[in-house]
Nanobody, 123 residues
Framework: VQLQASGGGLAQPGGSLTLSCTASGRTFSGNSMGWFRQAPGKEREYVVVSGWSGGAPYYSMSVEGRFTFSRDNALNSIYLQMKDVKPEDTAVYFC?????????????????WGRGTLVTVSS
């Protein structure tokens, strides 16, 4: 199983970026998937998680209202649309998938991880 994330880069404050992640090797439509991030010197934290493909995503308070999560089961992919980004959003973003079904916000519940894509928000 592999997760391949892409779409990171440099954005100005108030700008937008969209991250993509495609899974190969198995399908995750009935399982938990999500996005985490890790800023320099900080622990990895959840950004948004989804318990299953039909469930509502659960956003961290720091991104709710600015980021939008979506899933495409046909492409076995998830996306993170980031709007009104702030310097504090600067981090390496990881997509993650779990063999479990449920809503989990801790990284230990996820079995598969992408390599991470760097998002830098700076003027």
């Amino acid at each position: 199983v592999q997760l391949q994330a892409s779409g990171g880069g440099l954005a100005q404050p108030g700008g937008s970026l969209t991250l993509s992640c495609t899974a190969s090797g198995r399908t995750f439509s009935g399982n938990s998937m999500g996005w985490f991030r890790q800023a320099p010197g900080k622990e990895r934290e959840y950004v948004v998680v989804s318990g299953w493909s039909g469930g509502a995503p659960y956003y961290s308070m720091s991104v709710e209202g600015r980021f939008t999560f979506s899933r495409d089961n046909a492409l076995n992919s998830i996306y993170l649309q980031m709007k009104d980004v702030k310097p504090e959003d600067t981090a390496v973003y990881f997509c993650a998938a779990s063999s479990r079904v449920g809503l989990f916000t801790y990284s230990g519940a996820f079995d598969y991880w992408g390599r991470g894509t760097l998002v830098t928000v700076s003027s």
